[in-house]
Every structure is written in structure tokens, then in C-alpha cells.
């Protein structure tokens, strides 16, 4: 147990019954009359949420267990995807609903930030940026202008990506794993 005066952007905190949420920002208000209390913004764990909250000066709050591991990713089952701690060499199964769209830039031996809560996987974070290389793109034709100087291209991992007209299969590009943006090629 904590209280609401120590909060730091980051933690996480179990409210309403067991729900997981990471504080985004928080700030101390002290009025000219009344008690003091604690505006934050709160984005809950696993919907992605995000929520304004006042709390009075002083309240206690339980803070959870948020581990969060270096893991590698090892290859996807049927339903979920297989990740080994870097340490400790234990396999986690992580579903697809907690890897969600971040699978589409996940390759087998590289490595991902996975938290963990009492044993459940919540979310997974990737590098901001990854190499991968384009599996499949039509050849760009001079002059042609009409899509803004881009094509689609797919990756190694299934994923499809804008990229510029110049780009031919069998490239390396680095991609942003927040926006799907094509950030430039990899030499």
C-alpha cells in the first residue's frame, strides 16, 4: 500500500476491484481553501484506456506488481506466442489478445520488454524501431506520382507498409513498431 503522495508517473496501481492502471502524469493541487488532492490521468493496462482521476491528499492506493523482463521471442503456437526470459531461460506463453498488433513486427530471436503481473503477461513492449526485409513489392514506375511517391511492400512477417517507389523486394528496411512507418534502408 502507498498513498496518493507517492505517486510517480510509471507506477502501477490496482483499483476498482483489481484493475491494473499505469499512471501517465499526476499533479499535487493545493487550493486556496479546501484540502490539497491529486489530479492524474490513468491508462488502463490491458484495454489501453485512458482516464482522469482525482484522488484527496493522503488516500491509500494499492500499488501492483508490474514486472517487467527482457524476453526473447521463440516462435507462435496456435493461440499465443512463445517469449524466454533472457536470465532465467523460463518460456511464458503470451496470447495473441496481449501481443496484438505488435506481432506484426515480432521475429523469431529477437527481443522484446514483456510485463508480467502474478504471472499473467499484460503487455509487451518491442524496440521503437526494426529491421526487417520487404518479401514482396511491385516494381515502382517512374512518373508515377498519383500515390504520393509510395507503394505498398510486404514484410517478412506478413505485415504490408507504405514505402517509397525506389524500394525493391529483397531489401532491408527499418520500420517504426509504434506508427508502421517506413523509416529508411538498412545497408
Do not use: C
Not at 2 to 17: E, R, S, Y
Not at 22 to 47: D, I, Y
Not at 94 to 116: C, F, I, P, Q, W
Amino acid at each position: 500500500m502507498a498513498t496518493t503522495n507517492d505517486l510517480k508517473n510509471g507506477i502501477t496501481l490496482k483499483l476498482d476491484g483489481g484493475e491494473l492502471w499505469s499512471v501517465v502524469e499526476f499533479q499535487h493541487v493545493k487550493p486556496g481553501k479546501g484540502g490539497a488532492f491529486v489530479r492524474t490521468k490513468l491508462k488502463n493496462v490491458t484495454s489501453g484506456k485512458v482516464v482522469d482521476r482525482t484522488f484527496n491528499a493522503g488516500v491509500k492506493v494499492e500499488v501492483a506488481n508490474v514486472d517487467r523482463r527482457e524476453m526473447q521471442y521463440l516462435y507462435a503456437e496456435a493461440d499465443s506466442y512463445v517469449f524466454m526470459d533472457t536470465q532465467t531461460y523460463d518460456q511464458l506463453n503470451v496470447s495473441r489478445e496481449v501481443v496484438g498488433k505488435n506481432a506484426d513486427y515480432l521475429l523469431e530471436n529477437n527481443t522484446a520488454t514483456v510485463a508480467v503481473n502474478e504471472g499473467n503477461p499484460l503487455y509487451i513492449e518491442l524496440p521503437a524501431a526494426v529491421e526487417l526485409e520487404i518479401k514482396e513489392t511491385e516494381p515502382g514506375l517512374q512518373g508515377d506520382r498519383s500515390t504520393g511517391g509510395t507503394k505498398p511492400a510486404t514484410l517478412e512477417t506478413g505485415a504490408v507498409i507504405q514505402v517509397p517507389l525506389f524500394i525493391t523486394t529483397g531489401e532491408r528496411v527499418k520500420v517504426d513498431t509504434r506508427t508502421g512507418d517506413y523509416l529508411g534502408r538498412v545497408n
